[in-house]
């Protein structure tokens, strides 16, 4: 059983549909951000990711959006850039499609590898990329903004831990 199939029931995956993303999106976009993420994007990041080559997938069911995944396809490499699953939607198998998609993309593009970044403190993300086969290979220290010391008044931030898959061939199954 794939990892994709664990977390998606035929009926889910029968009316979910991917579509690319552009900039006419970016309203919707930074709107599931925003309430899906503690420190979300901003519309500018999306538009500026978009401009410099990047691909964003939506994932919508019955015309509604329910989720996006932005990745960078850079020669044999390639970067889970942000995955969010609007909170109606989640566990439903929406950010698991997501995955795969990325996935499927950087495999058709070439690259034998995908790297995330992922807070530690995101226990569902942490599940879903460990499913799919990514192995942790490092750490950026104070990497996320985390918010503000009560006492202090000074910046928290949090780690990121850094995971990487490897991309199996065409013929191999996700």
């Not at 903004?145 to 991309?167: K, Q, V």
């Amino acid at each position: 059983m794939s990892a994709f199939s664990r977390f998606s029931s035929p009926q889910t995956l029968s009316a979910l549909e991917m579509f690319p993303l552009t900039t006419r999106d970016l309203t919707w976009v930074t709107a599931l951000e925003t309430a899906a993420q503690r420190f979300p994007w901003r519309e500018k990041h999306f538009a500026d990711s978009l401009a410099a080559g990047d691909e964003g997938w939506g994932a919508r069911r019955s015309g509604a959006p329910l989720g996006f995944v932005w990745l960078m396809l850079a020669g044999e490499e390639s970067h889970l850039l942000n995955l969010a699953v609007s909170v109606a939607a989640r566990r439903q198998g929406v950010g698991a499609r997501l995955l795969a998609h990325a996935l499927s993309r950087a495999r058709r593009a070439g690259c034998g590898q995908m790297y995330l970044e992922v807070r530690p403190s995101n226990a569902d993300a942490l599940l879903l990329y460990r499913q799919f086969s990514f192995q942790q290979v490092g750490v950026r220290k104070a990497y996320y903004p985390a918010g503000t010391d009560a006492e202090s008044g000074r910046s928290l931030r949090e780690d990121a831990l850094i995971f990487c898959a490897s991309i199996l061939p065409e013929s191999a199954s996700i």
